[in-house]
Antibody
Framework: QVQLVESGGGVVQPGGSLRLSCAASGFIFSNYGIHWVRQAPGKGLEWVAAIWYDGSNKYYADSVRGRFTISRDNSKTTLYLQMNSLRVEDTAVYYC?????????????WGQGTLVTVSS | QSALTQPPSASGSPGQSVTISCTGTSSDVGGYNYVSWYQQHPGKAPKLMIYEVTKRPSGVPDRFSGSKSGNTASLTVSGLQAEDEADYYCSSYAGSNVIFGAGTKLTVL
C-alpha cells in the first residue's frame, strides 16, 4: 500500500533553514506528482507546493514562493522541501501527499506529517 | 489564492443526513472537475473521501456522496454515524495550484 514517511522537522529560529524529506514506498514513485501541504496548530490545511512526476515543473503557494524549494529524487523515491528564511507563521505540521496522477492536480494519499516549529 | 468557503460547523443526529458546501470561483471549483473531500480526525492525517467531484475511493462507505453546481461543490453524509464526527475539508485544482477550504467541523449529536 502507499506509504509516505516525512522526516526532518524540528525547532528552528526565525530566519533559519530546514530541509524536510518524504520517503515513499508501495507505488511507482516516478509516475506520480507529489505535494507538500501544511497545517498550523488548530488551523486548516494549506497547500504549499507540488512537483510533477519527473520534476520538470514545480508550483508554489504565494506564501512560500522564493523561500521554499520542492525537489525529488526518483532514484531514491524521496521528496524534499528546502525551507529558507523561515518565519514564525511557517510553524505547522507538514504533510507529504501523493497526487492521483502525474501533474499535481488532486491528492489521494497522505503521510503522517512532521512538525516544524519556528520560534526564538 | 483565497481559501474555498465552507461553513465552520455542521451537525446532525445519528441516522440523519447532512450536507456541507464548498464555494469557490470559476477559476477553481467551477472550472475543473478536480474537487476532492477529506475527512480528518483529531491528531490524524486527512483521508480522501471523494475525488473528481462525485467518485468514492474503495473502502469509503456509500453514505458519502459528492456533487457540484456551478462554483459550489457539496458533500453529503447520509445515515450519520458517531465515527463520522470529524473535520471535513474540500479542495480544488486551480490551474497551477491546489486550494483548500477552511474546513467544517461535523458534530454528530
Amino acid at each position: 500500500q502507499v506509504q509516505l514517511v516525512e522526516s526532518g522537522g524540528g525547532v528552528v529560529q526565525p530566519g533559519g533553514s530546514l530541509r524536510l524529506s518524504c520517503a515513499a514506498s508501495g507505488f511507482i514513485f516516478s509516475n506520480y506528482g507529489i505535494h507538500w501541504v501544511r497545517q498550523a496548530p488548530g488551523k486548516g490545511l494549506e497547500w504549499v507546493a507540488a512537483i510533477w512526476y519527473d520534476g520538470s515543473n514545480k508550483y508554489y503557494a504565494d506564501s512560500v514562493r522564493g523561500r521554499f524549494t520542492i525537489s525529488r529524487d526518483n532514484s531514491k523515491t524521496t521528496l524534499y522541501l528546502q525551507m529558507n528564511s523561515l518565519r514564525v507563521e511557517d510553524t505547522a505540521v507538514y504533510y507529504c501527499a501523493r497526487d492521483r496522477g502525474s501533474y499535481g492536480q488532486d491528492i489521494d494519499s497522505w503521510g503522517q506529517g512532521t512538525l516544524v516549529t519556528v520560534s526564538s | 489564492q483565497s481559501a474555498l468557503t465552507q461553513p465552520p460547523s455542521a451537525s446532525g443526529s445519528p441516522g440523519q443526513s447532512v450536507t456541507i458546501s464548498c464555494t469557490g470561483t470559476s477559476s477553481d471549483v467551477g472550472g475543473y472537475n478536480y474537487v476532492s473531500w477529506y475527512q480528518q480526525h483529531p491528531g490524524k492525517a486527512p483521508k480522501l473521501m471523494i475525488y473528481e467531484v462525485t467518485k468514492r475511493p474503495s473502502g469509503v462507505p456509500d453514505r458519502f456522496s459528492g456533487s457540484k453546481s456551478g462554483n459550489t461543490a457539496s458533500l453529503t453524509v447520509s445515515g450519520l454515524q458517531a465515527e463520522d464526527e470529524a473535520d471535513y475539508y474540500c479542495s480544488s485544482y486551480a490551474g497551477s495550484n491546489v486550494i483548500f477550504g477552511a474546513g467544517t467541523k461535523l458534530t454528530v449529536l
